[in-house]
Structure formats: C-alpha cells, structure tokens
C-alpha cells in the first residue's frame, strides 16, 4: 500500500482552475495503476481519471474530458489532478488512490490505497 499526503482543494469559481496533488513514497517505483475519484454528498463514489502504469494511457469520465488532466510525475513521486473551466457539478471530495497492477479499474475495492480527501468547492 502507498501512503498519500494530498494537497491542494478549497473554493473557486465557475470558470477558475484548479490542481491537485498527491505525493507517495513507491508511485514510480511500484507497479500501480493510480486514479482520481470524487465524491459528492449523498452520492457514490466516482471516478474521474485514471493513468494506467507501463504506456501511461489516460482514462476520463464523460463529465470531466477535455477539462481535466491526470498526470504522473515520476521524478518527484507525485501525481497530479489539473481542473479547468470548473463547474458547480463538480464540487466534491477528491481522492487520489492506486491499485498494484498496469490497469485502470472502475470499482472502488479494486484500490487498496486512498489519500485523504481533498474538497472542491465550485461556486461565485
């Protein structure tokens, strides 16, 4: 498992640009497929992006391509959520987690290593 320190998050407005990070001992050394999810109250945990490890192939929800880039920073074992033209939908608990293996799965019990949540608040 990878121990997460996440930082970033708070309030901007409808528009604005955000990022977040994750940093953790083992991202670039480590066989893991590492992923951002949100979850917003009263609703199930959902998963915004994914980066495969090996080819680093991107995977988005519908809802967020074009405005959201997930990156892997190897050189500083991090890992990156960049959030741009936010919108008030996308107000939530951001979490960055990792899975061992080269996939991107969809379901939550796939990830055995969580970051503490990060809140995004998008509103004028």
């Known amino acids: 498992q990878l121990q997460f320190v996440e930082s970033g998050g708070g309030l901007v407005q409808p528009g604005g640009s955000m990022r977040l990070s994750c940093a953790a001992t083992?991202?670039?050394?480590?066989?893991?497929?590492i992923a951002w999810w949100r979850q917003a109250p009263g609703q199930e945990r959902e998963l915004v992006a994914c980066?495969?490890?090996?080819?680093?192939?991107?995977n988005y929800a519908d809802s967020v391509k074009g405005r959201f880039t997930i990156s892997r920073d190897n050189a500083n074992n991090s890992m990156h959520l960049q959030m741009n033209n936010l919108k008030p939908e996308d107000t939530a608990v951001y979490f960055c987690?990792?899975?061992?293996?080269?996939?991107?799965?969809?379901?939550?019990?796939?990830?055995?290593?969580w970051g503490q949540g990060a809140q995004v608040t998008v509103a004028s």
């Open positions: 987690a990792a899975r061992p293996g080269f996939s991107c799965l969809t379901s939550v019990p796939n990830y055995n290593s």
């Open positions: 980066i495969t490890k090996g080819r680093g192939t991107t």
């Open positions: 083992g991202i670039a050394s480590g066989n893991y497929a």
